[in-house]
C-alpha cells in the first residue's frame, strides 16, 4: 500500500505565506528584512480589474480586502526588493499603491495572546485593566499557558463537564474521597454550597478562546479536583488528598484550613504532616510537589495564619490576598508565613470579583475571598513549571519572593529586612508578577542542597511577666557541615502555659536586625492551653545570614494580671549551606537579575530596588549604550558607602565611629555599643546555647485529640459596601460571636458588662461600638479596626446570606 504523497508543489495563496512565515527564524530587529515573492496591491478597478492585471504581469491574484499578488517562479524568499516586479508594478497606472511583502518579526503565539472569550474583559486582575496587575498577558506572550502542566483543587469537588473546563478536566487528577469513587462532580444539594472546588479551578484552567466565560490563568494546563471537603474530614482523608498521584500532580491548590474564628490553634494530623513531608521530597520524580495554600480569612476576627499549621507548613506557599486599588480585604487574614499576595477582588463589597466557572455551566463574577486567591497563584506557579519544568519545591519559593512586589499594597508593617527586601505580614514580599515569574524561572540555575539548624535556646523554664525576651547565639551552625549561608524558613518550636493566650505577642529578630511577629494579639482567643510544642514559622528573614544572636519576645497586650511559663524553645533555621545559595544574585555574587532593571533602579540579588541596602552603594556601569545600574558591595569595615574603598564610607557599622575626613570607620573607643534595633527592650539574657542538634522534632498525639474535622472554605461573601478602609460588619457576624462566649469577665478582675471595664485583654472600649451594637460588649481590639458605620447592614444581610 502506497502512503499518502505530499501534495505536488507550493501551494498558492496567503496561507502558505503565513505558516513560512511563522516557521522561520524570527529575524532580530537588527538583521536584513526578507523580501518574499508576495505583493500587497491597492488598485483602482475591482476585483475582475485586478484579477486582469496580475494576470497580465504573470502573478496570481490571491483575493481581498488589499489584493495579494504573488509569483510563483520567483524565488520564494530575498535578502533584497525585486527590482522587475516592484518596476513592473510602480508602472502601472491602475495600481494606486503596492508592497513587497517582507517576513514580520511574530512569534506564533503571540498571534493570540488576548484571549477571546466574552468575559476577559471583566478580568480585570489580568488584563491590563489596572496597573499592575498580575502580568499575566507578558507570560502568555513568552508563550507560557500552562501546557504539560497538572494541578488539582483539594475541595468540594469539580464540575468535570462544565463547558468551560471539560477540555482541560483530567480524571487522573482527580479523585472523590467523599464517596470513595473515582468521581468527583459536586453533589447538588438543596442550597447549591458546594460551587467552590469548582469556581476555584476555572480560575487555574478555565479553557481560553473558546467563546464562553472567562480565560483561566493557566489555561492550558490539565485540571481535577479532589472531593474531600463534602463529608467529615479526618486525618486519613486529608493525607489522602494531599497524596493522590504525586508523580502525575504537580500543583495541588488548596484554599480551605482550621476555623479562621480567631481562637483556634490547629494542625495538620500525623499523616498529614508525613503526606506534606513525602511530596515535597519524593513528589514530582523528587523536585517535590507544590502545596499552594490560602492564608485564610479570620482577619475580621483577628486571626492570625501562624496558628493554622498548614498555612505555616514550610511546604505550603501561602498567599494572601488585595484588593485592585491596594487595600487589605476585611476578611484577609496575615503571618509571618504568608509569602506572597494575588488579588481576591476589585473591592470588598461589590459585583466585580474574580471571573471563574461556576456551578451547572455557569459563569460568575462574584468569586473573592482568599479562597480567589490561592488558586490565581497556583496558575501563575504553573505558567512556571512549563517554563521550567526542573524546579523543585523550594526554587519556586525562592522565585516567587524575587517576583513578589510591595507596589501599591497597603500596610504599616512593611519594612526591608537584611538583604533589602521589603516584606509585610499581610503580603509576604508582595503581589506576584507572573511576566518576572516565568522569566526567572527560566534561567533560575537552581539551589544548594538544604540544611537544617535546630538550637535549643532554653536552659530552664521562665516566667513570662509583661514582657520576656530570650536571646541565643545561632553561630553553633555554622560548622564546616552545618553552616547555612542564605535563609528560607525559620521555625520557632515552643510550649508555654498562659492564662490568656490571645493576650501573648511573639516576636523574633534575626542577627540582621529583621523583626518578625510570630503572632499577635488574638482578642477571641481566650484559651488557657497556652501552646503546647507548636510551631510557628517566618519567611520574613529570607536570604539573610542566620550567625549571630537571635532575640524572641514575648509581650503581654492584655491585662495586667496575665502571667505563664515559658516551657521549651528551639530556634530552627533552614537554608542553603555552602558558599552560597546557588542560583542567582546570592551577595556579592554580583549577578544581574535575568530582565535588566527600568527606571533608575538597582539590580540587587535578583529584584531591582529603587536605593540599595545597607553593605552596598548603587553603582551605574556603562556599557556601550546601556546603562546599568547594580548594588554593588561597599568596604567591609563601611555600614553604608558612596563607593567601594574604605574612604568612602557614610555611616559606620554599630560601635564603630565615623571619621568626617577620611570618610572611614574605625574600631571602637569606648564600649557604648546599642542593644539591637529595639533599645525600649529590657535585656534580660538568658543566652547561651544548651544543645545544637539536627534532629527532626515530630509533633504527636496532642494534636491529634484536639483537632477540628471542620475545615472552614476561605471564600467569603463580601459584606456589602465595605471596603479595608470601611468595612460594614453586621452584627450577627461579628458582635453576637463575640458576645456569646469569647469574652467572659476575667476571673481574677471581675467586670461590669455595661462600659469601659468590661473591655480586657487586647480589646479597648469604643462608646460607638456600644451606640451602633447595643447587645454587643462595646469593645474592640485596640489596634487598627476601621469601625463599621451606619448603614449597610439592614436588608441587604439577607440578600447576602442567599447569595451564600
Ligand atoms: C557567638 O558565639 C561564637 C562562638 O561560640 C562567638 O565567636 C561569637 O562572638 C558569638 N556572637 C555573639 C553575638 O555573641
Ligand atoms: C543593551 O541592552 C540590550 C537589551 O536592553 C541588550 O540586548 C544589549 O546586548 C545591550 N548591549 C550591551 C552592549 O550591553
Ligand atoms: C572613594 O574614595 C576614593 C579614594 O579612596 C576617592 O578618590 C573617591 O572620590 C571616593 N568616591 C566617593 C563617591 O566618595
Ligand atoms: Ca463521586
Ligand atoms: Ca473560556
Ligand atoms: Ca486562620
Known sequence: MALPRPLPGPLPGLLVLVVAAAAAAPPGPTEPRVYLSSWAVRVATGLRGAEG???????????????????????????????????????????????????????????????????????????????????ILTAWSKGYTGLGVVLTILDDGIEKDHPDLSANYDPLASYDFNSNDPDPQPRYGAGDENWHGTRCAGEVAAAANNRFCGAGVAYNAKVGGVRMLDGPITDVVEAQALSLRPQHIHIYSASWGPEDDGK???????????????????????????????????????????CDGYANSIYTLSVGSVL???????????????????????????????????????????????????????????????????????????????????AHLQAEDWAPNGVGRWVSHYYGYGLLDAGLLVE??????????????????????????????????????????????????VQVQLSLSYSRRGDLEIALTSPMGTTSTLVSARPYDTSQEGYKDWTFMSTHFWDENP??????????????????????????????????????????????????????????????????????????????????????????????????????????????????????C????????????????????????????LSVTHHVAFCIVTRSSYRPLRGVTPLPGSAWADPTPCPGSVWQQGHAHDLPPHPTSPRTPQGPEWCWGALAWHAAARERFPAGPGCVAGYPVPFPRRGGCGEEEEEEEEEM
Open 547 to 664: 550567625d549571630g544572636t537571635w532575640t524572641l519576645q514575648l509581650e503581654n497586650k492584655g491585662d495586667a494580671y496575665n502571667t505563664g511559663l515559658l516551657t521549651s524553645l528551639t530556634l530552627v533555621s533552614l537554608g542553603a549551606g555552602g558558599d552560597s545559595a546557588g542560583g542567582l544574585g546570592q551577595p556579592g555574587s554580583g549577578h544581574p537579575p535575568s530582565a535588566a532593571c527600568g527606571g533608575s533602579s538597582y539590580a540587587h540579588q535578583g529584584s531591582c530596588l529603587a536605593y540599595c541596602p545597607p553593605h552596598h552603594y548603587g553603582h551605574s556601569q556603562r556599557a556601550a549604550t546601556n546603562i546599568t545600574r547594580v548594588c554593588a558591595s561597599c568596604h567591609p569595615s563601611c555600614y553604608t558607602c558612596q563607593g567601594a574603598s574604605a574612604n568612602n564610607c557614610t555611616a559606620c557599622p554599630p560601635s564603630h565611629t565615623l571619621d568626617e575626613l577620611s570618610h572611614s
Open 324 to 406: 485592585a486599588g491596594g487595600q487589605r480585604p476585611w476578611y484577609s487574614e496575615g503571618c509571618s508565613a504568608i509569602l506572597t499576595t494575588t488579588y481576591s477582588g476589585r473591592t470588598s463589597g461589590e459585583e466585580a470579583q474574580i471571573v471563574t466557572t461556576d456551578l451547572h455551566h455557569r459563569c460568575t463574577n462574584k468569586h473573592t475571598g482568599t479562597s480567589a486567591s490561592a488558586p490565581l497563584a497556583a496558575g501563575m506557579v504553573a505558567l512556571a513549571l512549563e517554563a521550567n519544568p526542573a524546579l523543585t519545591w523550594r526554587d519556586l519559593q525562592h522565585l516567587v519572593v524575587r517576583t513578589s512586589r510591595p
Open 53 to 135: 492585471l496580475a494576470r497580465r504581469h504573470g502573478l496570481l491574484c490571491l483575493g481581498q480586502p488589499y489584493y495579494h499578488f504573488k509569483h510563483r517562479g520567483t524565488r520564494q524568499k530575498a535578502l533584497s526588493r525585486h527590482w522587475g516586479w516592484n518596476m513592473r508594478l510602480r508602472k502601472e497606472p491602475k495600481v494606486l499603491w503596492f508592497e513587497q511583502q517582507t517576513i514580520k518579526r511574530r512569534t506564533k503565539r503571540s498571534i493570540s495572546v488576548v484571549p477571546t472569550d466574552p468575559w476577559f474583559h471583566k478580568q480585570w486582575y489580568m488584563n491590563n485593566d489596572i496597573n499592575p496587575d498580575l502580568n
Open 264 to 306: 483556634t490553634v490547629d494542625r495538620p494530623g500525623v499523616l498529614a504532616t508525613e503526606a506534606f513531608y513525602r511530596g515535597a521530597t519524593k513528589g514530582r520524580g523528587g523536585l517535590g510537589s507544590i502545596f499552594i495554600w490560602a492564608s485564610g480569612n479570620g482577619g475580621i476576627n483577628h486571626d492570625n495564619c501562624n
Open 666 to 693: 574605625s574600631p571602637p573607643l569606648a564600649s557604648r555599643a546599642k542593644e539591637g534595633l529595639r533599645p525600649s527592650l529590657l535585656p534580660a539574657l538568658i543566652g547561651g546555647i544548651l544543645s545544637a542538634t
Open 440 to 489: 526567572m524561572a527560566k534561567a533560575w540555575a537552581g539551589t544548594r542542597p538544604l540544611r537544617r539548624c535546630s538550637v535549643k535556646a532554653l536552659r530552664a523554664p521562665q516566667t513570662i511577666g509583661s514582657q520576656l525576651t530570650v536571646s541565643t547565639n545561632v553561630s553553633s551552625c555554622s560548622g564546616r557541615t552545618k553552616r547555612i549561608r542564605a535563609l528560607e524558613h
